[in-house]
Each structure stands twice: as structure tokens, then as C-alpha cells.
């Protein structure tokens, strides 16, 4: 059973960082693509950014690049998703996200930035 657990979320102020994690579990094989996808209530869930496990290419939404840097240690199947600056528009639920066989989703932690 895949399990996909997000921790690191809070409250910072504007121009600050903060750093998420998630644990994936379950997994048979390295041939998936982890991420992050936020989701803010009453808009579109947006990804931001994913990392190929086999090969550790990444991708950002625009939104996020040059702020945000994604990482994994594939020894502890964990995720990182790196946020600096960040801007009162970056509030959110944080989502770890996992497509594999299927789409898999954690209970997402929340991510809030004051101005």
C-alpha cells in the first residue's frame, strides 16, 4: 500500500522558508514521478513541482521557480520541497502527490504566509 505522509507546514512571514517533507512508502519500483501540489479553496489544485525518482529530473510551475527547489534522498524515500521567499500567495494546502500506477495523494499539511 503506497502511503505518502507531508510534514513541515506552519505559519512564516513573507520573505521567509520553510521546509516540507514527505515519506513515501510502498512503492515496488523507482518508476514514478513525486511532487508537490497545492491547493487553495475555491481554485484549481496547481502542481508545483515534481521529481523523477529514476532520474531525478525536476519540473516547476512558473509560480514557484527560482524560489522553490524539490529533493530527494532515495535512501530514505523522502521528498523535500525547499520554499523561500515566500509570498502570502503561496497560502495553501500542501499536497504530496505520487503518479505511479495511479495517482496517490497525502492528507497534505498547511502552508501559511503572512504579509
Known amino acids: 500500500e503506497v502511503q505518502l505522509v507531508e510534514s513541515g507546514g506552519g505559519l512564516v512571514q513573507a520573505g521567509g522558508s520553510l521546509r516540507l517533507s514527505c515519506a513515501a512508502s510502498?512503492?515496488?519500483?523507482?518508476?514514478?514521478?513525486i511532487g508537490w501540489v497545492r491547493q487553495v479553496p475555491g481554485k484549481e489544485p496547481e502542481g508545483i513541482s515534481f521529481?523523477?525518482?529514476?532520474?531525478?529530473?525536476?519540473e516547476y510551475a512558473d509560480s514557484v521557480k527560482g524560489r522553490f527547489t524539490i529533493s530527494s534522498d532515495n535512501s530514505k524515500k523522502m521528498v523535500y520541497l525547499q520554499m523561500n521567499s515566500l509570498k502570502p500567495e503561496d497560502t495553501a494546502v500542501y499536497h504530496c502527490?505520487?503518479?505511479?500506477?495511479?495517482?496517490?495523494w497525502g492528507q497534505g499539511t498547511q502552508v501559511i504566509v503572512s504579509a
Open positions: 510502498g512503492f515496488t519500483d523507482d518508476d514514478y514521478a
Open positions: 502527490n505520487a503518479r505511479w500506477l495511479m495517482n496517490y
Open positions: 521529481i523523477t525518482y529514476s532520474d531525478g529530473s525536476t
